[in-house]
């Protein structure tokens, strides 16, 4: 019982001598702390405060008690105990944008050597951040988001240990205790008010609280964190505070500060009126920043408005002049106004439909290749007298503009002029059309059977996704091997919709005039009864013959006069074929 009595009095010992206590109210001067860099004590109404940085750019201040004060215990590696609490106040300066910030902070030199402006606060530089031989600890008061060192936002107080990359962080403000609740209140670090700090250490822990200059301490801190800085302090160490600007200035300035190793109640002795204010003065309204800005904002918004309505005016001026040019517009032209393309765009694309560029003939006109915008493509130009008629035409917008699939052939745009032709561009498609390759001997002969198979595939896909999974049912109505793409990957392409009809899925189709090609209609078709799958069936049966027995079909047909096999030379061939059993 002695020895611990014993023990207990050389403790209190120890903390009375090494203790370290002193009160700064508003009257800094040179023999009380030291000043580094940019850091200077100024005259405010009989008050001496301390000002980290003014008005200059990239500016840095440093300043520290006049001499290391003990952290550790001289018989033990515990660091000391510490409270302190300070008034300070972040001015900004009119028409002038504010940042970075200042730190309170423990550190083993003072000076300015080996550190930087701008986000590193004067604290560290690009090298020496994050080093752990820096045995440097502070609490930040940080206006500007760096993403680099992981901040919050532009308004945080954060616990820095060698780094300023945060351990812990918060909003700036402080805790106000309701009768069930409490509730957070933020304070703007940079508007020129006088706010309040404090800061205490013990048995490793961290408490930091702020409020505004002259309320009372909150009983909830701002920040609360266990940190062990035993390998952190060293025996004696420098404490102060230290402030930077970059591009954005501001000034830091600590107007009263207190510390002490043994006494928590330091921070009461700090005066807290009559001190000087560096909240910036309003401005009368006409003249202020805010009203300003919005007149400025409106004049912008009603210059580019106008703007923008005579460029819809002339616009709209200048298309009516086109269309009045290429004849009277009717209503389904304003519907698929976007994809229309001007004659004179089709005209130069393929060299004034130049013969050399005629790639096909189509049922009812004649198809060009060409370069539009530097993209190959198919121009289809239908005669307006031709059989082809607008309805088709029409259809053919309608139907193919719209539709978005891998195995169907897109439709780029589309013309119509008046007294001329109807025009339909579409993506070029390297391969041609399947009738070429099938019926042409040297051709079908690279035609190979895993090649058929997926022209198959490729044309029941592109089926399937117009009858079931487009927004509407797309009946095609004409499938043969001449409407029948294939791109340069030998991916087969539905293409060719002047005959196609859309109705919704649950909607039963009109009864309609002749559909499918003569060539591929089931034997038992009767053209008075509506559309249904069984008849696209039968279509990809006879498709599907066509494509698979081309070889006996052409055989078969050597004596034939027309450009391909009829139904009779396919049935025929099939049926030859299964009673050979082959």
């Not at 020496?128 to 945080?156: A, R, S, T």
């Not at 304070?187 to 013990?202: D, R």
């Not at 952190?232 to 600590?254: P, Y």
């Not at 049912?473 to 793409?485: E, G, M, P, T």
């Amino acid at each position: 019982m002695s020895s611990l009595l014993i023990y207990l009095f050389l403790l209190r010992i120890t903390l009375v001598s090494s203790s370290t206590e002193f009160v700064y109210n508003t009257n800094f001067n040179s023999t009380n702390i030291n000043l580094y860099a940019n850091a200077t004590i100024d005259d405010h109404s009989h008050s001496s405060i301390l000002t980290l940085t003014n008005h200059a750019s990239f500016s840095i201040g440093r300043a520290f008690y006049p001499s290391k004060i003990p952290t550790k215990s001289s018989f033990s590696s515990n660091p000391l105990p510490f409270s302190t609490s300070f008034i300070f106040s972040i001015a900004p300066f009119k028409h002038l944008l504010p940042g970075h910030g200042f730190v309170f902070l423990f550190s083993p030199f003072e000076g300015a050597n080996g550190v930087s402006s701008a986000q590193h606060l004067g604290l560290f530089n690009l090298t020496n951040n994050g080093n752990p031989k820096n045995h440097v600890f502070g609490i930040e008061f940080d206006v500007f988001k760096n993403q680099e060192f992981n901040d919050i936002n532009d308004n945080h107080v954060g616990l820095d240990v060698n780094s300023l990359t945060s351990l812990a962080s918060h909003d700036a403000g402080f805790w106000v205790s309701g009768k069930h609740d409490e509730k957070f209140k933020e304070l703007k670090l940079n508007n020129g008010e006088n706010y309040q700090v404090w800061i205490e250490y013990s048995d490793s822990r961290v408490n930091v609280a702020m409020a505004i200059a002259g309320k009372r301490r909150p009983n909830r801190p701002l920040i609360s964190e266990l940190v062990n800085l035993s390998d952190v302090f060293l025996d004696e160490m420098f404490v102060g505070f230290c402030g930077a600007t970059g591009q954005l200035v501001e000034s830091h300035k600590i107007l009263a500060w207190s510390f002490s190793n043994s006494n928590f109640s330091i921070g009461d002795a700090l005066v807290t009126t009559n001190l000087p204010s560096f909240v910036l003065p309003k401005d009368p309204v006409l003249k202020s920043r805010g009203f300003v800005s919005g007149i400025s904002f409106g004049i912008f918004i009603f210059v580019i408005g106008s703007a923008a309505m005579v460029f819809v005016v002339l616009l709209k001026r200048k298309r009516s002049k086109r269309m009045e040019e290429e004849g009277d517009i009717e209503d389904w032209e304003l519907e698929y106004w976007p994809h229309r393309i001007s004659y004179e765009d089709i005209y130069a694309a393929t060299k004034a439909f130049s013969e050399q560029n005629i790639i096909g003939f189509g049922g009812n006109g004649k198809v060009y290749k060409g370069i539009l915008q530097g993209v190959e493509v198919a121009v289809k130009r239908i005669p307006y007298d031709s059989e082809y008629g607008m309805r088709e035409f029409l259809s053919e917008i309608s139907s193919l503009g719209r539709l978005k699939h891998r195995n169907v052939v897109p439709l780029r745009g589309w013309c119509k002029k008046e007294r001329g032709s109807l025009i339909l561009i579409y993506d070029y498609m390297d391969n041609g059309s399947l009738d070429k390759i099938i019926f042409d001997s040297d051709e079908n002969s690279i035609f190979h059977w895993k090649n058929r198979m997926k022209v198959l595939k490729d044309v029941a896909m592109g089926i399937l996704y117009l009858h079931e999974s487009w927004e509407v049912k797309v009946l095609h109505r004409d499938i043969k091997a001449s409407n029948v793409l294939l791109d340069k990957d030998m991916n087969a392409r539905l293409g060719d919709f002047g005959l196609a009809r859309m109705h919704h899925h649950e909607q039963i189709p009109n009864t309609s005039r002749r559909v499918l090609h003569l060539g591929l209609l089931c034997t038992h078709y009767d053209p008075q009864v509506r559309p249904s799958m069984r008849q696209v069936v039968k279509v990809l049966e006879g498709e599907s013959l066509e494509i698979s027995l081309v070889d006996k079909i052409n055989s078969a047909a050597d004596g034939y006069s027309g450009v391909h096999p009829t139904i009779e030379d396919i049935s025929q061939c099939s049926f030859t074929t299964q009673c050979e059993g082959r």
